[in-house]
């Protein structure tokens, strides 16, 4: 957790939580968009609330972050978002509330992506391409709508995603295997898989990917990139997730016209093949640039001053 300033009163802070499926990161912001403190916890999905299995981990999970955050101040309001959420309020606001000791009324929602683009351009002004556990490519307008292609989740797509990669390496590591048994001894990729999974073979690979949450086996993208200096199969993989990426971001400008982009997301950071690959899908002469995605501070100042703005309401 870092702090930005001595406590004081508290009594106006803004809570902005930007919750994906690798991490959680949060930030307090004063009424005048003054940062006091951010941090960040593991990851954890609105999806989660459809079960009471789930229900009960995002309990501890907020509880643990409502800790860190009251150790710095206490906000007033909050505006989280949260990857996998579509639209339902309940039970969410109760588990975010319930910690911090807040009214249901106090706690607002959104997606993930909402916010992120949101923190790097103005509404109507470009177009985000975020690339960590999942993929999309989305754009808030003039009026406050969110427009998206992509980000239908692991099972259905997220081409271009850390998952994604993971994905596509353990099976051609694994077919490969199924060819030629001992054939990862000279792949540079499935090395470099095996030691992250923590073995070669078949049953630690399936209780890695069957028993580990979608971020941790998002982090596989790791390995490939490590590879990919040695093993032209793994830059190969790496350079089809740029390409995927790329489609995105040109289905938005299909769509809307085109505008800036904004490379953002982890998997951008893995190596220079793939945003090589992503901007080579993208037309000519249109700005592309990597920014990194601070959406917590953005979700902080958006509750700090709704918080502002009630109290004025209440006092006129």
């Not at 499926?21 to 949060?26: A, E, F, L, V, Y």
């Not at 109507?124 to 975020?130: A, F, K, M, Q, V």
């Amino acid at each position: 957790m870092k702090k930005r300033q001595r406590e004081g009163a508290t009594a106006e802070l803004g809570l902005g939580i930007d919750a994906g499926g690798t991490r959680t990161r949060w930030a307090l912001a004063s009424g005048t968009g003054e940062l006091v403190a951010e941090g960040c916890r593991p990851g954890l999905s609105a999806l989660q609330a459809s079960t009471r299995a789930g229900q009960q981990a995002l309990r501890e999970a907020l509880a643990a972050l409502a800790a860190e955050v009251l150790a710095a101040g206490r906000p007033a309001r909050v505006h989280a978002g949260i990857t996998g959420w579509g639209g339902t309020a309940q039970p969410l606001c109760g588990l975010i509330a319930a910690p911090l000791a807040l009214p249901l009324q106090a706690v607002t929602l959104t997606t993930d992506i909402e916010i992120a683009c949101l923190d790097v351009f103005a509404p109507g002004e470009g177009y985000l391409l975020h690339a960590g556990t999942g993929s999309i490519a989305a754009h808030v307008d003039v009026h406050g709508a969110l427009h998206r292609a992509g980000g239908h989740g692991g099972i259905v797509d997220d081409a271009g995603s850390g998952f994604w990669i993971a994905r596509r390496a353990l099976r051609l590591i694994w077919r490969r295997e199924d060819e030629e048994p001992g054939a990862w001894r000279h792949s540079p990729l499935a090395r470099e898989v095996f030691e992250h999974i923590g073995g070669s073979h078949w049953d630690d690979s399936r209780a890695f990917v069957y028993g580990a949450e979608r971020g941790e086996v998002g982090k596989l993208a790791l390995a490939v990139a490590a590879a990919a200096s040695t093993d032209p199969v793994a830059l190969q993989l790496l350079q089809e997730a740029g390409r995927e990426l790329g489609r995105l971001a040109q289905i938005l400008v299909q769509r809307l016209g085109p505008r800036p982009v904004a490379l953002a997301g982890r998997v951008f950071e893995l190596h220079p093949a793939i945003e090589q690959a992503c901007r080579a899908v993208l037309p000519a002469g249109l700005p592309v640039q990597p920014r990194a995605s601070h959406g917590q501070r953005t979700a902080a100042r958006i509750a700090a001053r709704a918080h502002t703005a009630a109290g004025a309401a209440a006092r006129a």
